[in-house]
T-cell receptor, first 114, second 113 residues
Framework: AQKITQTQPGMFVQEKEAVTLDCTYDTSDQSYGLFWYKQPSSGEMIFLIY??????QNATEGRYSLNFQKARKSANLVISASQLGDSAMYFCAMRGTNAGKSTFGDGTTLTVKP | GAGVSQSPSNKVTEKGKDVELRCDPI?????LYWYRQSLGQGLEFLIY????????KSGLPSDRFSAERTGGSVSTLTIQRTQQEDSAVYLC???????????FGAGTRLSVL
């Protein structure tokens, strides 16, 4: 069974500062993938970044980077230079060997303050 | 199409009625997924389809829920004899292949009165 844990129900960050959203996972699969999605108040899930379990380098996509620590089973999302439009709910998710089934965490609500 | 399309965007129904939710995936995507999201919660996997393979129905919460995918494209999620606990947002996603990045539709908000 897979499990995703996001321990921060809510986070606040000042505009232009960096913020780290935590995600830990549990799986017995050797091959897996980790995803982060953003869900603004409009409700649509927006893909942000992906990290494969065998990727040697941490994934980066613009202002988003994934701090992947395999031994600690953590995949934290780092958002640099926060913008007001970053205010949203953020979900960490993983897919294992049964790649069709993705497990999502409960999410972290990020609020960017002006 | 340009993105995953879901209809209706909102559905209000009475307890005991059947509802059908539709998902039109991105053209060319072979995998299609259904999730349920209750208010303020994460996503609960329901079912996924991959090409012509038998769907993985392991996430369906009861036999009142069923889904089909016709012609490898459009999918319909059917909920029979709806209950108030079925009220949620139902999200559909598609990916180019099994396990790839999933792209989501805007969801259908179902309210069972």
């Amino acid at each position: 069974a897979q499990k995703i844990t996001q321990t921060q129900p809510g986070m606040f960050v000042q505009e232009k500062e960096a913020v780290t959203l935590d995600c830990t996972y549990d799986t017995s699969d050797q091959s897996y993938g980790l995803f982060w999605y953003k869900q603004p108040s409009s409700g649509e899930m927006i893909f942000l970044i992906y990290q494969g379990s065998y990727d040697e380098q941490n994934a980066t996509e613009g202002r988003y980077s994934l701090n992947f620590q395999k031994a600690r089973k953590s995949a934290n999302l780092v958002i640099s230079a926060s913008q007001l439009g970053d205010s949203a709910m953020y979900f960490c998710a993983m897919r294992g060997t049964n790649a069709g089934k993705s497990t999502f965490g409960d999410g972290t609500t990020l609020t960017v303050k002006p | 199409g340009a993105g995953v399309s879901q209809s209706p965007s909102n559905k209000v129904t009475e307890k005991g009625k059947d509802v059908e939710l539709r998902c039109d995936p991105i053209s060319g995507h072979t995998a299609l997924y259904w999730y349920r999201q209750s208010l303020g919660q994460g996503l609960e996997f329901l079912i996924y389809f991959q090409g012509n393979s038998a769907p993985d129905k392991s996430g369906l919460p009861s036999d009142r829920f069923s889904a089909e995918r016709t012609g490898g494209s459009v999918s319909t999620l059917t909920i029979q004899r709806t209950q108030q606990e079925d009220s949620a947002v139902y999200l559909c996603a598609s990916s180019q292949r099994w396990g790839d990045i999933q792209y989501f539709g805007a969801g259908t908000r179902l309210s069972v009165l």
